[in-house]
Structure formats: C-alpha cells, structure tokens
C-alpha cells in the first residue's frame, strides 16, 4: 500500500510516500481503508520531534510508529479475529490515537473500539475533519464549560479547528461569540459567525477590559492570574492545550484554589453517536481547508505547523469518493 513515511525527525518536506506492507490485523482490530484523513498538531509534533518532551511518546530518537495521522473515514476492509462490532463495507471515523497513528495510508489497523459508524449523508472527507476537533469543543463547552444559553464566550484559537466547532455549539445556546487568532482567518471567522475578532499579534485577549461567562482555549499561553482578568464572578475557563509551561502553572492553580480554571483530558470519540443527528442534518459542520491529496502532506503539515490553515486540513486517499 501507499503510505507517507517518517524515518526521523525534521522538516516536513523530508517526508516520502512509499510502498509499504499492509498493516497486520491484530486481535479485535479491524483493517480499515482509508478515504479521508486529517492533519493534527500529533502529527507535526511527530514529524519535527518538536516540542522535545514529545518524543517521551513518539519515540527518543526517531518516530517509533513511521507512519502519521490519527483521524480517519473509511470503510472496514477485514476483521481480525474476535472482532465483532463491524462487517466489511461499514463506514466508520474516529480519532484513532488511542490506539496508535498510521492513518496517512491507503490501510490502517485499528481497534474496532476506536471508531463510530460514520453520519449518513457525509462525505469521507467532511465525516474525517470531525472527530478530534469535535470532541475537543464539545467537552470543553459543554460538559466541563457548562455553557448556559445566552452566556457570553470568548475562544482563544478560534480560527482552528477545535475553535470553528466550538463557535457552533456556543451559537447554538444563542451565546456571543468572540474569537481570537491572526491573519487571513480573522475574515473566515467573522464569515463564520464570531460577534467579534481580535488579532493576538495586535492584542492581548486578557487586557481588553472585557469579560465573559465561559473562555475556551486551544492554545493556552498566559498564565491563571492574567486568565482571570477576562473571566466574570462566575466566569470559567477551559484550555484543551498550549504551552506546557503554562498548562502545568495552571495546573498548580487549580490545585491552590482557581477551581473555575480547567485542563481539558479529551476522551476520544465519546460522544460522536449522540452528536451524529446534529452532523448529518447539517446543524454540526467541519470547516474544511482542502481536501488535499495524500502525496502533498508534506506542504499541508507545514502549512498546519505555520498557521496558515483555516478549519481542518483534509487529505483525500486515492480512491475516495
Ligand atoms: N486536551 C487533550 O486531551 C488534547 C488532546 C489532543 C490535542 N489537544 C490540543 O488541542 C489543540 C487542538 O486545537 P486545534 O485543532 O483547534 O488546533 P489548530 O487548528 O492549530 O488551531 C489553533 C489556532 O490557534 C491559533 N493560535 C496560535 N497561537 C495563538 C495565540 N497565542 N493566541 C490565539 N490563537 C493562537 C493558531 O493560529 P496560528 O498558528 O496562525 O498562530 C490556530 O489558528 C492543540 O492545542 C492540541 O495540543 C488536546
């Protein structure tokens, strides 16, 4: 099969797609095609080994799985033995991390637990871009934000992709929505449906004066006392991930008393059947930056690593429809 390889880290671009023995079913795996898939902070920090503490997880000295990609839409090709859960031909997605990387291939081997039954009238492309950002937002809002209706949000990252779906839950509680993130996305975003954008290259999110019910934050660089400037009596505030340094300082704060002031454990693909009506109807939608082709990873993980992306970044596998 045709998959993109890393043999060790570095810049994107010494990525190659290579031929590669079809991946071994293990037991309770199912052997998945690949249509769609997607690029994750994962697999630049994979690819560049960068930040370092992230090789602890993907390996010292080069990656020990050589194949990135963690999110995917495709369709059950075999099953190992013991699996029961899906018969070939089923359309399934997931966010696959739990149980190993590989999906920027033509097959990948995963365990029939990490996938859901893909929405119907999807497309391989638009079911990929949703499970991780999805699950992110929608625990980050909703189950530990506790976002009421009306309540006045603030998103720090919006333009990405946790931070268009959490646009959209919030909107959906009839919520105003402010978005921080730079460049070209602040357009997209107030095209979106943000209320108001700032540029976190022009200003600081938490020096404007203003406060809000519930802040989500994708990219967590400031520390809990400068956080609680732009919080409400009964303000909280929920980061899915940013600066290690700063994640761990938070951490410290909530142990010395910012209870309002969370780290986000994402438990992935928990709530994708429940939230599935909401997809396939449309009121649910991943903004999507592509698709692309398999072979152009290499410029699309750049692209990520950049910032230049809006949404999620879609690679089609050959052979999607
Ligand atoms: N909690 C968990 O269990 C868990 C699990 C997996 C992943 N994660 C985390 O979840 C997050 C994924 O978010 P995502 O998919 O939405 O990522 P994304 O698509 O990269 O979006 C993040 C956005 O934030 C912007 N940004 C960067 N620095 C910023 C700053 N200082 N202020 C405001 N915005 C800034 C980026 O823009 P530029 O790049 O242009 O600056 C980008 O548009 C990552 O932080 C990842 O590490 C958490």
Not at 75 to 81: D, Q, S, W
Not at 218 to 230: D, I, M, P, Q, V
Not at 250 to 265: H, P, V
Request: net charge positive; charged share 25%.
């Amino acid at each position: 099969m045709k998959a993109i390889v890393c043999e060790r880290y570095g810049a994107p671009e010494q990525l190659q797609l290579r031929d590669v023995p079809v991946p071994a079913l293990r037991e309770r795996q199912v052997l998945v095609r690949v249509r769609a898939t997607t690029v994750n902070d994962y697999d630049w920090s994979m690819v560049t080994g960068r930040p370092h503490i992230y090789k602890l997880f993907f390996g010292l000295f080069r990656p020990r799985r050589p194949i990135p990609g963690m999110e995917l839409a495709g369709t059950v090709e075999a099953l190992g033995t013991n699996a029961t859960r899906w018969r070939v031909g089923d359309g399934v997605y997931g966010d696959v991390s739990n149980g190993g990387l590989g999906t920027f291939a033509e097959f990948v081997a995963v365990p029939e637990s990490e996938l859901r039954r893909m929405p119907a009238g999807l497309s391989f492309a638009q079911a990929a871009a949703i499970p991780h950002a999805l699950e992110l937002a929608y625990q980050a809002v909703v189950e530990i934000g506790a976002l009421k209706d009306g309540e006045r949000v603030l998103i720090n990252g919006g333009g990405g992709g946790v931070g268009t779906f959490a646009l959209q839950l919030a909107k959906r509680q009839g919520c105003t929505v402010w978005g921080v993130d730079t460049g070209e996305k602040l357009k997209a975003m107030t095209a979106m449906g943000f209320d108001r954008v700032i540029d976190y290259k022009q200003q600081d999110f938490t020096q404007l004066g203003e406060r809000f019910d519930l802040v989500v934050d994708a990219k967590t660089k400031r520390s809990a006392g400068e956080l609680a400037r732009a919080l409400t009596l009964t303000g909280r505030y929920v980061t899915v991930g940013g600066d290690p340094g700063q994640l761990i300082a938070l951490l410290f704060a909530r142990w010395f008393g910012r209870r309002n002031m969370r780290i986000l454990a994402l438990k992935s693909n928990k709530n994708l059947d429940e939230l599935a009506p909401l997809l396939s109807s449309g009121a649910l939608k991943a903004v999507i930056d592509g698709p692309y082709t398999l072979h152009e990873a290499p410029r699309l993980i750049r692209r990520f690593g950049e910032g230049l992306h809006t949404g999620k970044v879609v690679l089609e596998v050959a052979g999607a429809e």
